[in-house]
Every structure is written in structure tokens, then in C-alpha cells.
């Protein structure tokens, strides 16, 4: 970690950060969360008999929306006209709920962490909401940045 955060100014003030400067490269990041839910809110997603329709399509809809609006949503993020955004469910019994997974891609001068991230936290969130009539006790955890490529700070990969 560099100890310096990139959005702040030499006095402390909030600043979008100039990346005028920077390569265009090929950019990609992965993100994940988990959202814990009841074994039959699960089972009612997987059937496809959720009373509002078809869960995952709708979510995964929602996460790339997220993603192409993050600049609107996280406030000094740069727009993006991200190239790519993959959302996958994972489905898991023990412990019963669905691993969201969220791959974004950008030629750009700055990186599609954010994007990933949010496409995660938008698709979580709409599990909810499109189960919440049926299981209000569902849950996330674990929503964070797996893999990253691309750009001046190198690679990363979570552990």
C-alpha cells in the first residue's frame, strides 16, 4: 500500500484525480459478495417461483446497470465506457445462499474496480429486494475486489 490517498489534496480536500497523463490499457476486475438467504428462498429462486419472476435475471440486469452508473453513484470515480460486464451466480446449500461474482472490462487510463464492485453490490441488493417479501433475515458479506489487471499499480489477486 502506498499510505497515500489519491483523492485528496495536499491540504486534505476532496479531488477527482487527473489521470490526463495515463496509458490507455486494457483494464479488468473481478469482485465478489455472498448473500445469505433461507434454504427455501433459495429453493424458490432456483425453481424459478419467486412471486416477483425470474431473480437472477433481473439481478444480474441490475448489477451491470450498477456498473455502468457508478460514476453517478460514487461520487469522483471517472465515467467509464466500460466494454464488457459479466455477472454470475453461484448457488451454495451449506451455507445456503448465492455467491455473486462481477467481471468488468475498460480500455481506459483508470481502472473498473469500482465497476465490479458496485455490479456486485447492486445485484446483491436486488436479490433482496426481489425475495424480501419472503425472507427479510438475508444478508451480505464478504463484498470485496478479488482480482485486478491492468494499469500503472500492476496486477493484484486477493488471497
Given amino acids: 500500500m502506498s499510505g497515500r490517498l489519491s483523492h485528496l489534496n495536499d491540504k486534505g480536500e476532496a479531488r477527482m484525480v487527473d489521470v490526463s497523463a495515463k496509458d490507455v490499457t486494457s483494464r ?3 469482485a465478489e459478495g455472498f448473500v445469505s438467504m433461507a434454504p427455501e428462498t433459495l429453493d424458490l429462486i432456483l425453481e424459478g417461483k419467486a412471486e416477483k419472476g425470474d431473480v437472477l ?3 444480474r440486469i441490475a448489477g451491470i446497470m450498477g456498473a455502468k452508473r457508478t460514476h453517478e453513484l460514487i461520487p469522483l ?3 467509464l465506457p466500460v466494454t464488457q460486464v459479466k455477472v454470475h ?3 451454495s446449500r ?3 445462499g448465492i455467491t455473486v461474482q462481477a467481471t468488468a472490462k475498460v480500455e481506459g487510463k483508470t481502472g473498473v474496480e469500482m465497476e465490479a ?3 456486485v453490490s447492486i445485484a446483491c441488493l436486488t436479490l433482496y429486494d426481489m425475495c424480501k417479501a419472503v425472507d427479510r433475515a438475508m ?3 464478504g463484498i470485496r475486489l478479488i482480482e485486478k489487471t491492468g494499469g500503472r ?3 493484484y489477486r486477493a488471497s
Fill in 28 to 30: 479488468t476486475a473481478i
Fill in 153 to 155: 499499480s500492476g496486477d
Fill in 77 to 79: 470515480c471517472h465515467p
Fill in 57 to 59: 435475471a433481473t439481478a
Fill in 139 to 141: 444478508s451480505f458479506s
Fill in 117 to 119: 464492485l458496485t455490479a
Fill in 94 to 96: 451449506d451455507p445456503s
Fill in 89 to 91: 451466480f453461484t448457488p
